[in-house]
DNA sequence: CGCCGAGTTGACCATGTTCAAGGTGGGTGG
DNA sequence: CCACCCACCTTGAACATGGTCAACTCGGCG
């Protein structure tokens, strides 16, 4: 149908971005959302913030798309410590798995729009469907990269540096004039980080004290100089 | 031609052990080396120890499958700060990639012996062969599981969490008798967890002194309480 | 207006890093 | 065969970064 090579684009904060493959996409276009419903058994579905769309653990049988709202993938040691892997935003798929069962919890951060894609459907399709087997491989290989990169941040970078990164990484998905909207709160922030909320406000406070950013209030950020975070983040 | 379904193993310490697909296989098994040898266009490679096999941002026209030997995967911030993402051990597959380069290096740990695949070979028999495809995708989501939990202890855990995580997982691989030989040196460890060489000793030591390890020299390690290792790394 | 959850700030503390000596052991050459 | 070497490792003491604990502030909402 349409969308057939430009499917898989290249940025992505969450990792899966764009990865919407042949037969599902159709139902992934709100523009025209009817047209390949019956062959995109996508069924769309609301979650509140902080509502869990599944755990860590469960039996994997869906996948699923953003549509608007933004979603975190975490996991939790026994006594509670988190670690955020991921922001997903609209477009983005989570919730692929090798196994039989998630690795992994994902939960809603704002109120959030998503689809549900039958993964035994979808695979059956890609048993058929070269062209969506190959995307798949690839967009899984996309979030490694991101996983990776996120790797190197929580081992080897200090607290500057990573708030930094954060910034830098929320800025190409919602920013407009310089300003960015936080969807998640200071703990989110943190736990993407590998910091404590604690350090996560007061290196914001540096940042602003150096003329870097500007905290419009607590979910508005103004990048005033763009290249020294950049140089932060290297 | 052998080898269908038990291609995708479960366990891993490099992410991507055992994802021999189909055609590529019978060349990556040494008992049996010239058979599809045609069909496999690998060749065998040797490296000494720190040599580099591939570096970040190289074309990525190669994977690689460990034959026999350790390698690593690894980050470098500018100031030459280091993230070892994984270890690479005999049938694990390394260099998979969704872009045309890499993004990340590859260097042997010990002396290795790997053999190279062109991607495009693999990849053209993609195309025509689903399974291999499938075995592409799975072997990938498994890496990025890998990738998940190593994100959690990078961002999660304290310095003896990180150590006795390190050993539980690399006792899976080279672990007789409770012993366990180390490929790589305390500053591999370190650059995997996250720490520094002196805080690996100290744990190390810390380790011998409450009785959970015995230090029989750099290199071998005995595990004297299994259960109290594993209950610190959970 | 007042409440409450989220965020900020400050003082103190702990974990892990840094810097600086020593040890150790495997390998080489006398 | 032994001595020496050198890279790797261990250990110690001072230090720094970020965490913890606690008080306070802010802002949105009933």
Redesign the pocket.
């Known amino acids: 149908m349409a969308a057939p090579a430009a499917i898989l684009s290249p940025s992505s904060f969450g990792p899966l971005r764009s990865m919407a493959p042949g037969v599902v996409w159709s139902a992934l276009r709100p523009e025209e959302p009817e047209a390949d419903a019956f062959r995109a058994p996508g069924t769309v579905q609301h979650f509140l913030p902080d509502r869990q769309i599944f755990a860590d653990g469960d039996p994997a049988d869906h996948f699923y798309r953003v549509v608007t709202g933004v979603v975190r993938a975490c996991k939790f040691l026994s006594d509670g410590r988190r670690q955020i892997e991921a922001f997903y935003v609209t477009g983005d798929v989570f919730g692929l798995e090798a196994g039989l069962n998630y690795n992994i919890s994902a939960e809603a951060v704002s109120d959030s729009t998503v689809i549900a894609f039958r993964r035994k459907a979808v695979e059956a399709l890609a048993q058929k469907d070269i062209a969506l087997s190959t995307q798949l491989t690839t967009a899984v290989m996309r979030a490694l990269g991101h996983a990776r990169s996120h790797a190197l941040l929580l081992g080897r970078r200090?607290?500057?540096e990573k708030v930094a990164s954060f910034l830098n990484e929320w800025a190409t998905h919602s920013a407009s004039a310089g300003v960015i909207h936080l969807a998640m709160?200071?703990?989110d922030i943190a736990d993407y980080l590998?910091?404590?909320?604690?350090?996560?406000?007061?290196t914001?406070?540096q940042l602003e004290r150096d003329r870097l950013i500007a905290?419009l209030?607590?979910r508005q950020i103004r990048l005033c100089n763009r290249a020294a975070l950049e140089d932060l983040a290297a």
């Open positions: 200090g607290a500057v709160t200071r703990q590998g910091l404590t909320i604690e350090t996560v406000s007061r914001l406070t905290l209030n607590t």
